[in-house]
């Protein structure tokens, strides 16, 4: 059965759903900017050592562990590494990164 509600137990109900709504999709959007920030600095190393990076993938049979040993990157930032063509890696901007 619905229940009688006066206007201000409405209001105050909606207020309350609308601030979690905006809280979850704001924490959202901070989670994948968080995370986005985490892959540019792993790119932003490897674009500072670029020759040694691109060594260590032509050379090493398994090139994440390495990447991450010698530069201390997470699993995540090697991935992102690895993951671009070399002709990217190659062509990566500095200010690019740091502006994104």
Not at 28 to 46: D, P, T
């Amino acid at each position: 059965r619905p229940a009688v509600k006066n206007l201000l137990e409405i209001l105050s109900e909606w207020l309350v759903f609308r601030r979690d709504t905006v809280r979850r999709r704001l924490n959202y959007r901070l989670e994948k900017v968080l995370k986005r920030l985490h892959i540019l600095e792993g790119l932003l190393v490897a674009f500072l050592n670029i020759d040694e990076v691109i060594e260590i993938i032509r050379n090493e049979d398994e090139p994440k562990p390495a990447l991450m040993s010698r530069f201390g990157l997470t699993e995540t930032q090697a991935e992102a590494i690895l993951e671009l063509k070399l002709r990217h890696l190659a062509k990566l901007e500095e200010v690019k990164i740091r502006s994104e």
